[in-house]
């Protein structure tokens, strides 16, 4: 080889290498840009019926500064960082295109759909991007150095994975998906459709059956979970109400399966029951399972629309709920994480804890319920502790052998005999 061409040779592998990194470049930043398109098109340009742009300013302008930061910076940063930038940035596409494609096998696409689509597309094209950088970057030599890099790197993602991108994923899913459909009614009984407005403009949908015996029970959240119990109230004469709550079914807004403001649901419901003149408004109770049982509780702490409650299967919604029931701190860490990820999901800041809230519902009574095997056990301790900080009259029962909120199929005879017992002690014999 002449003295002349090792140089040429040289110059060809450099602007090989330069144009290898440029193409890696326009794929990433396209694919940032593509993402960023959407949280657009979601937040400001399409929101959620009954909402507007301004409802959506956090999770709108946070999410695009970031994709804006992480665009500028990877023109710059060293190989390690672009595939940290690319695959966190491919996390976060793939994520917000699980909404679109919820909603796409669930009655095809609508509205913000179709950059949802184009989203995950541009995530699972920097997924590929950063293993690709992560792949040419390694290094061949120092054995032992590689292999505590490599260990180090592994360990970091790891924690990167658990701590922060698993809670933030679980946020994300729970504030931008619900129920879409309208399930089947079967209730035992002829309804009708009926719909009211929250203090906050949305409009809920919802099935009314009257009462028989005078008082009317609202069955909580939703109008699919809480039909086994509707069946039951209805069976001993009660009045009940089920309804979408918000960003669910046939209602307006954001979903949120945490409950956070679901609390302004019940009030809505609750001041519909008490305008209908078939409504006795001295003898209404409600229901809540799982997350409805906690926006029941902070719903009875601050209204005397209920003369009676039944709260199944509550524990907590936030990390503020971990502080105040005593869990331990790795679990308040991802839940911590959790929270703030949910805080800037909505817009909005998390509720109290239910501790503090629980000694605010009397004199409105309270019955506590929970399986003895709910969400792995952990359902006892909290609901000990709401018992014990509610003022009376309140009960309390550990359903025996029962999973998270299935009383009424692991012991039929007991829950209908205690529950109806509990509605017709509050609502019937002391009216």
């Known amino acids: 080889m002449s003295e002349a061409a090792a140089p040429a040779i040289g110059e060809r592998a450099h602007t090989s290498v330069w144009a290898r990194v440029a193409t890696e470049r326009g794929l990433a930043t396209g694919a940032l840009a593509i993402i960023a398109l959407h949280v657009v098109d979601d937040t400001f340009l399409q929101p959620q019926p009954g909402t507007s742009p301004t409802d959506h300013?956090?999770?709108?302008?946070?999410?695009?500064?970031?994709?804006?930061?992480?665009?500028?910076?990877?023109?710059?940063?060293?190989?390690?960082?672009?595939?940290?930038?690319?695959l966190v940035g491919g996390f976060f596409g793939v994520l917000i295109g699980i909404e679109a494609a919820y909603f796409t096998l669930n009655g095809g696409p609508t509205g913000d759909d179709f950059t949802g689509i184009v989203a995950m597309l541009g995530?699972?094209?920097?997924?590929a991007d950063g293993m690709v950088t992560l792949w040419r970057s390694r290094r061949?030599?120092?054995?032992?150095?590689?292999?505590?890099?490599?260990?180090?790197?592994?360990?970091?993602?790891?924690?990167?994975v658990g701590v922060v991108l698993f809670p933030t994923a679980v946020a994300y899913v729970v504030t931008h998906t619900a129920r879409a459909e309208v399930p089947h009614a079967n209730l035992g009984a002829a309804h009708e459709n009926v719909s009211f407005t929250t203090s906050d403009g949305l409009q809920l949908q919802g099935w009314f059956v009257p009462s028989q015996n005078g008082a009317t029970v609202i069955a909580f959240p939703g109008r699919?979970?809480?039909?086994?119990?509707?069946?039951?109230?209805?069976?001993?004469?009660?009045?009940?109400?089920?309804?979408?709550?918000?960003?669910?079914g046939a209602s307006d807004g954001d979903p949120n399966a945490f409950g956070w403001v679901g609390d302004?649901?019940?009030?809505?419901?609750?001041?519909?029951?008490?305008?209908?003149?078939?409504?006795?408004?001295?003898?209404?109770?409600?229901i809540g399972?799982?997350?409805?049982?906690?926006?029941?509780?902070?719903?009875?702490?601050?209204?005397?629309?209920?003369?009676?409650?039944?709260?199944?299967?509550?524990?907590?919604q936030s990390a503020r709920d971990g502080l105040a029931n005593g869990d331990r701190f790795d679990e308040f860490?991802?839940?911590?994480?959790?929270?703030?990820?949910?805080?800037?999901?909505?817009?909005?800041?998390?509720?109290?804890?239910?501790?503090?809230?629980?000694?605010?519902?009397?004199?409105?009574a309270v019955f506590f319920v929970y399986g003895e095997n709910g969400q792995g056990g952990s359902e006892a301790k909290p609901n000990k502790l709401f018992y014990a900080n509610a003022a009376e009259p309140k009960q309390i029962w550990e359903v025996p052998g029962g999973q998270h909120i299935a009383g009424i199929t692991t012991k039929p005879r007991q829950y209908e005999r205690r529950v109806i017992g509990f509605f017709d002690n509050a609502l019937l014999d002391s009216a």
């Open 123 to 127: 995530g699972f094209v920097l997924l």
């Open 289 to 316: 399972l799982s997350v409805g049982g906690e926006m029941l509780i902070h719903t009875a702490a601050h209204s005397d629309a209920f003369k009676a409650i039944v709260s199944e299967g509550a524990s907590g």
């Open 140 to 160: 061949t030599d120092r054995p032992l150095h590689r292999h505590l890099r490599r260990s180090a790197i592994l360990a970091g993602a790891a924690a990167l």
């Open 57 to 86: 300013l956090v999770s709108g302008l946070v999410p695009l500064a970031l994709l804006a930061g992480a665009a500028a910076l990877y023109g710059r940063a060293r190989p390690g960082v672009r595939a940290t930038l690319a």
């Open 333 to 364: 860490l991802g839940g911590g994480v959790n929270t703030l990820a949910t805080a800037l999901f909505t817009n909005t800041l998390p509720p109290p804890s239910l501790k503090s809230e629980v000694a605010k519902i009397a004199p409105t």
């Open 264 to 286: 302004r649901d019940l009030h809505a419901a609750a001041a519909y029951l008490r305008h209908r003149p078939d409504v006795d408004p001295a003898r209404i109770g409600a």
């Open 224 to 248: 699919s979970g809480p039909q086994k119990h509707a069946r039951m109230l209805i069976r001993h004469g009660y009045g009940v109400l089920l309804f979408d709550r918000r960003g669910e």
